[in-house]
């Protein structure tokens, strides 16, 4: 839930997990700025889906596609939106899960992740996801990657919400912060007999 | 995919908060525990405060490397004063060491230092030598990327001849509020308080500090949340 401004982490409670229609969320990591943008062209996608009145509605892999189509064309213009997107959602029993890029590189993929995560999450995610976790399973592995995640990158803050995308349709968790442990007996002194060292 | 998550060949900087102040009868070093490449934070519970001589220590803050440097020639320096002088070190002469090193290669350092200690002579200092080796002794030194949050507390906050309780107070609140707001500083907060007595280290990890504005109690995972039956059930 952090807005950071270069290394300031000015904002602290900023809600990066939006859901879209009924099927769909997504989640977007860089400038908040175009993330709202972003949801404003959604919210106009969404708005034509439903004045058809067709019964219809655009699910996540349609949705997925047009964010792509908009990141791409940005980006050939050389004014990008500068984020990086997740996209879930469940349609008619079919789970999907994708990812745009500010320059248009998207696919899909069981997990997938934005920034850092990439390089954190995914390691963890390959060797611990299979299919068919439950919810609760899926939870503990997610915290588990956030948890690296908020040791290891300067721009984390300690506030994060979970949203569970099914049939039903989307519940985004209020926001809450994770335990961390820093009660290592390497950590209370690691100097002694290397004075100057880290 | 991603453009850039950060650039882990960047050199190893300690963004950094530190922080120094006298009390009546001694000084209260603090810092915080980041190292960071880039993005990435490479070291998580970094020990910032180095030792110098029994009775003096040193803050450093900027490129890991270079305060590195600095603080081993001065604690070889100020070995061989300690031997030929016959008594410790004065923390006004390591300080000039220190100072001595910082201007004379100022074109290749990057480095803001807290020196502090105690002698018999004077008691309790403090010395602050920011970037071009400028030598400022003070009742208390902020430095680092998080010391610019902390301006406007320690004009409200510090006060001439407190006790070391309340000095102590005052330096981990200061840092774990730099924390919260630099993305260059965290993990935990590392004192050490030196007087006549000695030299005392504390260690005070991430979940003992205070929770500041718009930070949340930590919980082990978002399914005890969810199982307490929360009056706040998740919402969409």
């Not at chain 2, 110098?52 to 061989?80: E, K, P």
């Not at chain 2, 002088?85 to 006004?92: A, D, F, I, M, N």
């Not at chain 2, 030598?129 to 004009?155: C, K, R, V």
């Not at chain 2, 280290?201 to 500041?212: A, E, I, M, Q, V």
Request: net charge negative; with cysteine.
């Amino acid at each position: 839930m952090g807005g950071s401004y270069g290394s300031t982490l000015r904002y602290k409670s900023v809600e990066r997990l939006k859901p879209v229609g009924k099927h769909s969320l997504i989640g977007a990591s860089g400038e908040i700025s175009d993330f709202q943008e972003i949801m404003r062209y959604l919210d106009d996608l969404i708005l034509s889906d439903n004045m058809w009145d067709d019964g219809n509605s655009l699910g996540p892999k349609e949705v997925h596609n047009y964010l792509t189509r908009v990141m791409y064309n940005r980006r050939n213009k050389f004014n990008p939106l500068w984020n990086s997107l997740v996209l879930g959602g469940v349609k008619n029993g079919q789970k999907y899960l994708g990812t745009v890029s500010m320059i248009g590189v998207h696919y899909e993929d069981n997990h997938v992740a934005t920034g850092f995560g990439n390089h954190l999450a995914r390691p963890l995610l390959r060797d611990e996801w299979r299919e068919n976790l439950t919810f609760e399973e899926g939870v503990i592995l997610l915290e588990k990657c956030m948890r690296v995640l908020l040791y290891r990158d300067r721009s984390a803050v300690n506030k994060l919400q979970i949203a569970k995308i099914t049939e039903e349709g989307v519940t985004i968790s209020p926001p809450y912060s994770l335990k961390t442990f820093w009660n290592f007996s390497a950590f209370e002194n690691p100097t002694h007999g290397a004075e100057g060292s880290w | 995919m991603d453009v850039s998550a950060g650039d882990l060949n960047a050199p190893h900087s300690m963004g950094t908060t530190i922080i120094g102040v006298t009390y009546d009868g001694g000084v209260v070093l603090g810092a915080d525990s980041r190292t960071s490449t880039g993005m990435y934070v490479a070291n998580r519970a970094s020990d910032k405060i180095t030792k110098l001589t029994d009775n003096v220590y040193m803050c450093r803050s900027g490129s890991a490397a270079d305060s590195q440097i600095v603080s081993d020639y001065v604690r070889y320096f100020l070995h061989q004063h300690t031997i030929q002088l016959g008594q410790p070190s004065t923390v006004k002469v390591a300080a000039n060491l220190v100072r001595l090193l910082s201007y004379n290669n100022k074109n290749m350092l990057q480095t803001g230092l807290i020196i502090g200690g105690w002698d018999k002579y004077e008691g309790g200092k403090i010395y602050g030598i920011p970037l071009g080796g400028t030598i400022l002794e003070q009742p208390f030194a902020i430095g680092g990327s998080g010391s610019s949050y902390l301006y406007g507390f320690f004009d409200q906050a510090w006060k001439e001849g407190m006790t070391q309780e309340e000095a102590e107070q005052l330096v981990v609140k200061a840092v774990s509020l730099a924390i919260a707001r630099d993305g260059a500083s965290g993990g935990v907060v590392r004192t050490v308080t030196i007087n006549s007595e000695g030299v005392t280290r504390k260690f005070y990890p991430g979940d003992k500090l205070s929770l500041w504005h718009e930070e949340l109690e930590p919980q082990n995972s978002l399914l005890d949340i969810l199982s307490t039956g929360s009056p706040e059930p998740m919402v969409s």
